[in-house]
Structure formats: structure tokens, C-alpha cells
């Protein structure tokens, strides 16, 4: 079945240094991919998304890259802060369906 | 504006026991998602309801029931809970199908 693969599981980053983490999906049909930001404790939020006809859209410190060839996307965090410590979870819409198909998470963690 | 809240935040259930989780959405959203979060996975969608009326089965419907009850209400229940089904429950909601996603705090369910 369709799946999304999430990498690293685990991401340690020095303030200030730049975090990337990468997803990869089986669904050639996939056309919407969301990033969502989890807090301990919290419910996730939704902090990017791209659609398949754009390649790259950026917001502030955080930007998404989307390969449809090789069936990947990336987020990429610069100049990182302490609040940007969290789980962060990549998905993949299901073809044109609405299902998404998460990841399994990475924890980014900020040292000081 | 509460956003999207759920009832109750914790439950301890023996196996065979039923219950009812309870989301509810101010937002005036046409889309209601429920979603289960286990350790090391993802979201994994259970059920969803594009609109008031209507439910679909997402990803791992198996034990579980939905009601659609109005635009604001969409609740899930465990007719015979099972140890399979310890994990923490997620209501979402959206504007429509590929929007942004609004989730709730979660409900952590435990059953022995």
C-alpha cells in the first residue's frame, strides 16, 4: 500500500544551525503535502504545505522543497530557535484522495 | 473562538468496555477527521466525514463507529474496547478536503 518515509527519527541541531528532514512517498498519484509541528502534549499544526505543480514555497525560516521524479520533499529550518523544538511529521495526500499518509515523525531538538 | 475541543482528555478502560469520544468544532469547518497516534507511527486516520450527514472509512476503521451528529459534532465510539486500541485519539477539522487541518488536544485512551 501507500506509505511515507520519514528521516531522521531523530535530529539534534545547535541554535542558530540549519535542520533539513526528508520524506519520501510511493503514491505517484500524491498531489498535496502538508508538514505539521507537534508540541508535547498538543495536537499537531500545520506550518507549511506544497502542491505538486509548485517546487518550492518558503515562508519566513521555514521552506519546503518537493521533487515529484524522485517522489521527495524536504523541510528545511534556518536559523533555528528553542522554539522550534518538536516532533515534526511529513504526509502525503493518498492520490487525489483526501486520506493523507503521515510519517513517522522527527524530533527535532535545539541545543543551546 | 475554542477551536476544536475534545472530551474526555484520559480514559481507562477494561477490555470489552464501550465508550464514546466526544470532538466538537466552532469553526464552522464542512470536514471532521479521527485519527489514532501510536509511539514511533504517525497519524493513522481512522474515520472521516466530509459533511454533516456523511462518513467515509479511512485507514483502520476496524472496531470503531462514528456519528456525524450535526456541522459541529463527530464523535467515535468503542463498542468492545481491546488492548489493540491503547493509543491517543485526534479529532481534526478542515474548511473543506485539502485545506488546513485543525487539531484538537488529543484523548488518551488506555485499556487493560
Known amino acids: 500500500g501507500e506509505n511515507v518515509e520519514q528521516h531522521p527519527s531523530t535530529l539534534s541541531v545547535q541554535e542558530g544551525d540549519s535542520a533539513v528532514i526528508k520524506c519520501t512517498y510511493s503514491?505517484?498519484?500524491?498531489?498535496?503535502f502538508p508538514w505539521y509541528k507537534q508540541e508535547l502534549g498538543k495536537g499537531p499544526q500545520l506550518i507549511i504545505d506544497?502542491?505538486?505543480n509548485v517546487g518550492e514555497k518558503k515562508d519566513q525560516r521555514i521552506a519546503v522543497t518537493l521533487n515529484k521524479t524522485a517522489k521527495h520533499f524536504s523541510l528545511h529550518i534556518t536559523e533555528t530557535q528553542p522554539e522550534d523544538s518538536a516532533v515534526y511529521f511529513c504526509?502525503?495526500?493518498?492520490?487525489?484522495?483526501?486520506?493523507?499518509?503521515w510519517g513517522a515523525g522527527t524530533k527535532l531538538i535545539i541545543k543551546p | 473562538n475554542a477551536g476544536v475541543t475534545q472530551t474526555p482528555k484520559f480514559q481507562v478502560l477494561k477490555t470489552g468496555q464501550s465508550m464514546t469520544l466526544q470532538c466538537a468544532q466552532d469553526?464552522?469547518?464542512?470536514?471532521m477527521y479521527w485519527y489514532r497516534q501510536d509511539p514511533g507511527m504517525g497519524l493513522r486516520l481512522i474515520y472521516y466525514?466530509?459533511?454533516?450527514?456523511?462518513?467515509d472509512k479511512g485507514e483502520v476503521p476496524n472496531g470503531y463507529n462514528v456519528s456525524r451528529l450535526n456541522k459541529r459534532e463527530f464523535s467515535l465510539r468503542l463498542e468492545s474496547a481491546a488492548p489493540s486500541q491503547t493509543s491517543v485519539y485526534f479529532c481534526?477539522?478542515?474548511?473543506?478536503?485539502?485545506?488546513?487541518?485543525?487539531f484538537g488536544p488529543g484523548t488518551r485512551l488506555t485499556v487493560t
Open positions: 481534526a477539522s478542515s474548511a473543506d478536503t485539502f485545506s488546513e487541518q485543525y
Open positions: 469553526m464552522n469547518h464542512n470536514s
Open positions: 466525514s466530509a459533511s454533516e450527514g456523511t462518513t
Open positions: 503514491d505517484s498519484a500524491s498531489n498535496y
Open positions: 506544497i502542491r505538486s
Open positions: 504526509a502525503a495526500s493518498k492520490g487525489s484522495n483526501y486520506q493523507l499518509i
